[in-house]
């Protein structure tokens, strides 16, 4: 499976952003995926995932209420929609799959990872 995430840019803070994933390769359909992200000097962290029919998802505390995950499985692609963006969001951000239907908030459980798409909010 290949990952292609894009959508990112330049934002002020309040502003909006949607992040897309694009796999290749195989069908998504019956896999959990999952968006984390990386701030310079910090640790990749999660931010949300979302199970195979789209019925269960999770969130970081701190995006909880602005962020939305979901998923069309007609088109293999996974989003990201990042709302009222604050410059504590500013990180690279990369999508990722597991080979289990189940969301996860754990980076070990993911086994193909995108390139990641920059997000830079100002403030």
């Known amino acids: 499976v290949q990952l292609q995430a894009s959508g990112g840019g330049l934002v002020q803070a309040g502003g909006s952003l949607r992040l897309s994933c694009a796999a290749s390769g195989r069908t998504i359909s019956n896999y959990g995926m999952g968006w984390f992200r990386q701030a310079p000097g910090k640790e990749r962290e999660f931010v949300a995932t979302i199970s195979w029919s789209g019925g269960i998802t999770y969130y970081q505390d701190s995006v909880k209420g602005r962020f939305a995950i979901s998923r069309d499985n007609a088109k293999n692609t996974v989003y990201l929609q990042m709302n009222s963006l604050e410059s504590e969001d500013t990180a690279v951000y990369f999508c990722?799959?597991?080979?289990?239907?189940?969301?996860?908030?754990?980076?070990?459980?993911?086994?193909?990872w995108g390139q990641g798409t920059q997000v830079t909010v100002s403030s």
């Open positions: 990722a799959a597991r080979r289990a239907t189940g969301a996860s908030t754990s980076s070990g459980a993911y086994d193909y």
